[in-house]
């Protein structure tokens, strides 16, 4: 049985640092694509970051040189350091992840398993 679980969400003042974690279990072999999405209400989900099994990852604009992603092949996991954070990066953020190769694009269609999200608050 697949399962995405996220973890490390929280409240910090702009400017602050959080990081989230991922774990996808259910594969036996590491997932070849997992990827962090975010949400606020009345919005599209949107794509930040993802990562494959060649360590090439994907940034959305927005987060590039503020937010990394880091995949274990391993443990089947994907962090992501958060720093520089802004108040409009509250939401709630999801990790996916999809059993197909690829390239890992950052596109919601691209995942078929989604964890519960895990919510970030940031304060101004």
């Known amino acids: 049985q697949v399962r995405v679980v996220e973890s490390g969400g929280g409240s910090v003042e702009a400017g602050g640092s959080l990081e989230l974690s991922c774990v996808a279990s259910g594969n036996t072999n590491p997932w070849p694509c997992l990827a962090w999405f975010r949400q606020t209400p009345g919005k599209e989900r949107e794509a930040v970051a993802s990562?494959?099994?060649?360590?090439?990852?994907k940034y959305a604009d927005f987060v590039r040189g503020r937010f990394t992603a880091t995949k274990d092949n391993r443990k089947n996991t994907l962090d992501l350091e958060m720093h520089n954070l802004k108040p409009e990066d509250t939401a709630m953020y999801y990790c996916a992840a999809d059993f197909n190769w690829g390239e890992c694009l950052l596109t919601r269609s691209r995942y078929n398993y989604w964890g519960q999200g895990t919510l970030v608050t940031v304060s101004s």
């Open positions: 990562a494959g099994r060649g360590g090439i990852t």
